[in-house]
């Protein structure tokens, strides 16, 4: 465990943060008649899984597989529910015929705004499809505050437990107050090491690494694309060969 772990276990609001989240999670539950949780294997949605599996073992695992998920995705995911015994994951993937790149790539792989509604309809449509057809009454979604100012204007306007009236669901984000190095040190109190992808840290701290779709479009002036070529040069060419304009980022 690293020293910097050991530190932030050792702190009372740390402590504090944990047990608020699961009370967070317990009031959930107590109102739900059938939740998800949606898992990403990221830092945040592992921490959270964590916690939830506490109260619920038997909770479903929603897993969304656009087909360009980072390569260790599929080793961790299987690291991870052997080790807390979650027998329940569920996959979700994009609409039969809609390539999520090619619908990147067509909108304008870096117009944000347009990348939006290809997410959507490659992405969240079919989640909130999946959750309604399945009759879920609840997701668990492992976002934080800190990531962004939407993030905490939403949260603070709506609470940590809510109605999305969009979704047609209840959301609970049991994570929304720890920070990054919070979730790291949650993650080592309870013995699960993180993605591998956290080590990659060239560029970046490994709190603002992302376990996300290696097609993605934002941050590429932040240097993504830059990250990409070098820890995953194959991918890279794959990218830049059906989305040339991201040499321009390199």
Same mark, same amino acid.
């Given at each position: $465990?690293?020293? !910097?772990?050991?530190?932030?276990?050792?702190?009372?609001?740390? =402590?504090?943060?944990?047990?608020?989240?699961?009370?967070?999670?317990?009031?959930?539950?107590?109102?739900?008649?059938?939740?998800?949780?949606?898992?990403?294997?990221?830092? %945040?949605?592992?921490?959270?899984?964590?916690?939830?599996? !506490?109260?619920?073992? %038997?909770?479903?695992? $929603? $897993?969304? +597989?656009?087909?360009?998920?980072?390569?260790?995705?599929?080793?961790?995911?299987?690291?991870?529910?052997? *080790?807390?015994?979650?027998?329940?994951?569920?996959?979700?993937?994009?609409?039969?015929?809609?390539?999520?790149?090619?619908?990147?790539?067509?909108?304008?792989?870096? +117009?944000?705004?347009?990348?939006?509604?290809?997410? !959507?309809?490659?992405?969240? &449509?079919?989640?909130?499809?999946?959750?309604?057809?399945?009759?879920? %009454?609840?997701?668990?979604?492992?976002?934080?505050?800190? !990531?962004?100012?939407?993030?905490?204007?939403? $949260?603070?306007?709506?609470?940590?437990?809510?109605?999305?009236?969009?979704?047609?669901?209840?959301?609970?984000?049991?994570?929304? %107050?720890?920070?990054?190095?919070?979730?790291?040190?949650? *993650?080592?109190?309870?013995?699960?090491?993180?993605?591998?992808?956290? +080590?990659?840290? &060239?560029?970046?701290?490994? =709190?603002?690494?992302?376990?996300?779709?290696?097609?993605?479009?934002?941050?590429?002036?932040?240097?993504?694309?830059?990250?990409?070529?070098?820890?995953?040069?194959?991918?890279?060419?794959?990218?830049?060969?059906?989305?040339?304009?991201?040499?321009?980022?390199?």
């Amino acid at each position: $465990m690293r020293e !910097e772990d050991l530190l932030i276990i050792s702190q009372r609001g740390f =402590k504090r943060k944990v047990e608020r989240a699961r009370e967070l999670i317990k009031k959930a539950l107590k109102q739900s008649q059938k939740p998800y949780l949606s898992w990403s294997t990221g830092k %945040d949605s592992t921490a959270m899984l964590v916690l939830v599996a !506490e109260q619920k073992p %038997d909770i479903t695992v $929603m $897993m969304y +597989d656009s087909g360009y998920e980072l390569p260790e995705n599929k080793s961790y995911a299987e690291y991870v529910t052997k *080790l807390l015994g979650i027998k329940n994951v569920e996959i979700v993937r994009p609409p039969e015929g809609l390539d999520p790149l090619e619908e990147k790539v067509k909108a304008g792989f870096y +117009d944000l705004k347009a990348i939006a509604k290809v997410n !959507e309809r490659v992405m969240m &449509k079919p989640i909130r499809g999946w959750a309604q057809k399945g009759g879920y %009454d609840l997701a668990f979604i492992g976002l934080r505050k800190e !990531e962004s100012i939407a993030r905490r204007s939403v $949260m603070k306007m709506n609470g940590e437990l809510h109605w999305c009236k969009k979704n047609k669901i209840w959301q609970c984000y049991p994570m929304a %107050d720890f920070t990054g190095e919070e979730v790291f040190a949650l *993650l080592a109190y309870f013995g699960i090491k993180p993605h591998p992808v956290y +080590d990659k840290t &060239k560029f970046k701290e490994r =709190k603002w690494v992302r376990v996300n779709w290696w097609i993605q479009s934002a941050g590429a002036e932040k240097g993504a694309v830059v990250w990409l070529r070098y820890y995953y040069p194959e991918l890279y060419q794959k990218l830049a060969e059906r989305n040339p304009e991201a040499k321009n980022y390199t």
